[in-house]
């Protein structure tokens, strides 16, 4: 997909995908406009985005939130405010501003819950255990109806947990890996709830990069696309291997707080079929080979 000169606007930027996407679309010669809230952007700022909207972007993606499924359970308004409500009125003003812009829109494996059968399909029920997960689910329902009514260009990615070379920053939640490798790094404590057999299925930032660009054609519009790497991996297996690669750190195990527990989901594994079929998407980057890279840039 050619982005040269495409007029691009990240909401959401100076977060950890948002950072990375930045510099790919940088590199494939994009004009970006970000809208963020470290500049005093507010994405419930409905007046300020529809000023912004005015622009016709060639393509938006849509990356600003807030996640963190115990986090969600305790702030449920400020998640709805933001995840569902924000969303929906960004996208029913695209629809009336700028109709032809393409929608990227960010979403979560959680809005499936806990998985009734392995891999995961784009079909399998929507049963979110989390405010997290059901403001994500709304916010894509709302994009699908828009979709079929007024020809919204949106294509929708619910993604597994997403890791890669970062900035050490306050844990928040979806990127495990990064976390994980942060309290090695430091020789700190690596705490696994339970025995942490569950599987999860994680795919390196920029496989994750790779797929948004991919998204930009004509055969992704409204549909809703899985994005992972495709397989399981056990929590316990993931944090053995990065006290190994790290030579720092160690494991220990304790019992589920409640809070974390109410919104566990257990094993997942993404399907990815469906964005193989459509968009060619196939990961690249092995779990090892993706710990060493992030280690190596820390």
Same mark, same amino acid.
């Given at each position: 997909?050619?982005?040269?000169?495409?007029?691009?606007?990240?909401?959401?930027?100076?977060?950890?995908?948002?950072?990375?996407?930045?510099?790919?679309?940088?590199?494939?010669?994009?004009?970006?406009?970000?809208?963020? *809230?470290?500049?005093?952007?507010?994405?419930?700022?409905? *007046?300020?985005?529809?000023?912004?909207?005015?622009?016709?972007?060639?393509?938006? %993606?849509?990356?600003?939130?807030?996640?963190?499924?115990?986090?969600?359970?305790?702030?449920?308004?400020?998640?709805?405010?933001?995840?569902?409500?924000?969303?929906?009125?960004?996208?029913?003003?695209?629809?009336?501003?700028? #109709?032809?812009?393409?929608?990227?829109?960010?979403?979560?494996?959680?809005?499936?819950?806990?998985?009734?059968?392995?891999?995961?399909?784009?079909?399998? #029920?929507?049963?979110?255990?989390?405010?997290?997960?059901?403001?994500?689910?709304?916010?894509?329902?709302?994009?699908?109806?828009?979709?079929?009514?007024?020809?919204?260009?949106?294509?929708?990615?619910? &993604?597994?947990?997403?890791?890669?070379?970062?900035?050490?920053?306050?844990?928040?939640?979806?990127?495990?890996?990064?976390?994980? $490798?942060?309290?090695?790094?430091?020789?700190?404590?690596?705490?696994?709830?339970?025995?942490?057999?569950?599987?999860?299925?994680? $795919?390196?930032?920029?496989?994750?990069?790779?797929?948004?660009?991919?998204?930009?054609?004509?055969?992704?519009?409204?549909?809703?696309?899985?994005? !992972?790497?495709? *397989?399981?991996?056990? +929590?316990?297996?993931?944090?053995? +291997?990065?006290?190994?690669?790290?030579?720092?750190?160690?494991?220990?195990?304790? #019992?589920?707080?409640?809070?974390?527990?109410?919104?566990? &989901?257990?094993? %997942?594994?993404?399907?990815?079929?469906?964005?193989?079929?459509?968009?060619?998407?196939?990961?690249? &980057?092995?779990?090892?080979? !993706?710990?060493?890279?992030?280690?190596?840039?820390?």
């Amino acid at each position: 997909m050619n982005l040269s000169n495409k007029k691009v606007l990240v909401t959401g930027s100076s977060g950890f995908i948002g950072e990375n996407l930045k510099t790919r679309l940088i590199k494939e010669g994009a004009q970006i406009t970000i809208f963020d *809230k470290r500049n005093g952007d507010d994405v419930k700022d409905e *007046k300020k985005m529809a000023g912004t909207l005015k622009n016709n972007f060639d393509i938006i %993606y849509h990356l600003a939130g807030v996640s963190g499924s115990a986090g969600s359970n305790k702030n449920a308004i400020e998640s709805f405010k933001i995840n569902t409500l924000a969303t929906i009125k960004m996208l029913a003003l695209v629809c009336k501003i700028s #109709p032809k812009t393409k929608i990227i829109l960010s979403s979560s494996r959680l809005e499936y819950g806990i998985p009734r059968k392995l891999p995961v399909g784009e079909s399998h #029920p929507t049963e979110p255990n989390s405010i997290y997960g059901l403001s994500k689910l709304l916010a894509t329902q709302y994009a699908l109806l828009l979709a079929k009514t007024q020809k919204l260009n949106v294509t929708i990615f619910r &993604t597994s947990n997403t890791y890669g070379p970062h900035e050490k920053e306050k844990f928040h939640g979806y990127n495990l890996i990064n976390h994980f $490798i942060d309290l090695a790094k430091s020789n700190k404590k690596i705490v696994i709830f339970g025995h942490g057999d569950q599987l999860r299925d994680y $795919i390196y930032i920029d496989d994750l990069i790779d797929a948004f660009i991919l998204a930009n054609q004509k055969i992704a519009s409204g549909k809703i696309y899985n994005l !992972g790497y495709g *397989k399981g991996v056990s +929590l316990m297996e993931m944090a053995t +291997l990065i006290v190994e690669k790290t030579g720092n750190g160690n494991i220990i195990s304790r #019992p589920w707080p409640q809070e974390y527990k109410n919104v566990e &989901t257990g094993s %997942y594994i993404s399907d990815i079929r469906a964005i193989n079929n459509d968009l060619n998407f196939v990961p690249r &980057t092995t779990l090892v080979e !993706g710990i060493i890279k992030t280690i190596n840039n820390y």
